[in-house]
């Protein structure tokens, strides 16, 4: 005889209850939310690109910004380098007396330099036979005529000066001032004045017949 208790077998846990059912307004409600999470999401993908597409653009834009600003720099810069190579700067040796200059720049071989005079003392274009040079004869006896009593001033004059830059013809045109001093004729020549030259000044590189005249106006001796 088997004395052994009976195995008590365990109850089943209870079945959960049923979900119940969703009502068709619930569903609509569900599928909307889906709907508007995945349009997030979509939305947030798409500003991503966009913002990828501006930084790229901006990129792109300031790369081929500083390429352009190096080529101008450098195309000023051989700008630069080439007035500088053709800019000249006229200076004057004078004669013992001073009726007399010796035109000449050290930086290039002048050809010819043209000296323009105010009209007032009409006077036309003059230059040097035997080289670049100004004489006080051209102007001095029309520039005392004005005023017997000045005895000094600047004469304003245009110097165009040609020379050769290898094979190329070059031009250079500026107004520079002309130191004078005006005194008693030399011994063995009756009476009257004589002017002699002091210097000679670069005055204004821009120049043009309407600025030579003006600088006339400033400098011309009172009378």
């Known amino acids: 005889m088997n004395d052994e208790p ?15 059912a969703m009502t068709p307004a619930q569903q609509a409600i569900e599928r909307a939310e889906a709907a508007a999470t995945r349009r997030r999401w979509i939305s947030l993908a798409e500003l991503v690109g966009v913002a990828g597409l501006i930084i790229a653009a901006i ?4 790369s081929w910004a500083d390429r352009r600003a190096d080529v101008a720099d450098k195309q000023a810069e051989q ?4 007035k500088t190579r053709t800019l000249v700067t006229i200076t004057g040796t004078l004669s013992h007396d001073g ?5 000449a720049d050290p930086a290039h071989p002048l050809k010819d330099v ?7 003392l009409g006077i036309a ?6 080289g670049p040079k100004i004489e006080s004869s051209w102007f001095g006896s029309a520039l005392l005529k004005l005023n017997d009593k000045v005895h000094q001033g600047r004469l304003p004059v245009m110097l165009t000066a040609t020379w050769w830059d290898g094979d190329v013809k070059r031009t250079d045109r500026a107004i520079y001032e002309i130191g004078w001093v005006a005194g008693s004729r030399s011994l063995g ?4 004045r004589e002017l002699h ?3 000679l000044t670069l005055s204004d590189r821009n120049a043009t017949p309407a600025r030579l005249e003006a600088a006339w106006a400033r400098l011309k001796p009172a009378g």
């Not at 700008?79 to 080439?82: D, G, P």
């Not at 009726?99 to 035109?103: I, T």
């Open 59 to 62: 990129s792109l834009w300031m």
């Open 114 to 120: 043209e000296v323009a005079f105010p009209d007032a």
């Open 197 to 199: 030259m002091r210097s």
């Open 79 to 82: 700008a630069s380098e080439s």
């Open 189 to 192: 020549v009756l009476g009257g």
């Open 125 to 130: 274009p003059q230059s040097g036979l035997l």
């Open 6 to 20: 009976p195995i008590e077998t365990p109850e089943p846990a209870p079945a959960a209850p049923p979900e119940p």
């Open 99 to 103: 009726d007399s200059m010796a035109l």
